[in-house]
């Protein structure tokens, strides 16, 4: 029975100027890993896979309820749930955020004018919750394909003891009706 030569024999004898830049990679990205402690390429990322996966004690999620009847979120596709919740958490955060782009931007803004006051009113409107809820309700009914008439919006939050998630708090965020 004949054996196939090894991958690195045949290569040297093949193309001696890609096999010693083959060796060199490999040598490189060894050296790398000890000197610096960290992979360099993704390829090789071992770290990626070999962790544990540990479960929280408590978990976040939204539920959406349509013309009194609960969003099966599992039906839509990635997309379309990443449509209904990034909004949301948007809005929930948009106070904090405006406020936080305001005063990266304020010390460009004040050559315009001094009054901080009119430079927020002008350049970091407020977002009223209807508005929000009227596009908010346009959105949605694109996503679940049929007229809403009214529309509710819960954060809840689960809580895991002896291997169960079970609901510790529901807060309303949205309500909205036509």
């Known amino acids: 029975m ?34 610096r402690g960290m992979t360099v ?5 071992y770290g990626m896979y070999s ?7 408590s978990v976040f999620a939204y ?6 009847k609960p969003i099966d979120l599992s039906k839509l596709s990635c997309v379309e749930r990443d449509k209904l919740i990034t909004p949301i958490d948007y ?8 406020q936080n782009i ?19 009113k002008k350049f970091v409107p407020p977002l009223s919750e209807n508005s929000f809820a009227e596009w908010y309700l346009e959105n949605t009914e694109k996503i679940v394909g049929h007229k809403i ?18 609901i510790g708090s529901e807060k309303k965020l949205l309500h909205y009706a036509q």
């Open 2 to 35: 004949k054996r196939n030569p090894i991958f690195l024999i045949v290569l040297f004898r093949n193309n001696k100027i890609l096999f010693f830049a083959f060796v060199l990679f490999v040598l490189a990205f060894i050296v790398v890993n000890i000197k």
């Open 41 to 45: 390429s993704p390829l090789f990322q």
């Open 51 to 57: 962790g544990p996966l540990y479960l929280n004690d």
């Open 63 to 68: 539920k959406f309820v349509a013309n009194g």
């Open 91 to 98: 809005y929930q955060n948009s106070a904090v955020r405006n």
């Open 102 to 120: 305001f005063e990266t931007v304020f010390p460009i803004l004040k050559n315009i004018s001094s009054n901080k006051d009119l430079i927020l």
């Open 149 to 166: 008439n009214s529309l509710l919006i819960y954060s809840q939050f689960y809580g895991y003891h002896k291997g169960v998630y079970t």
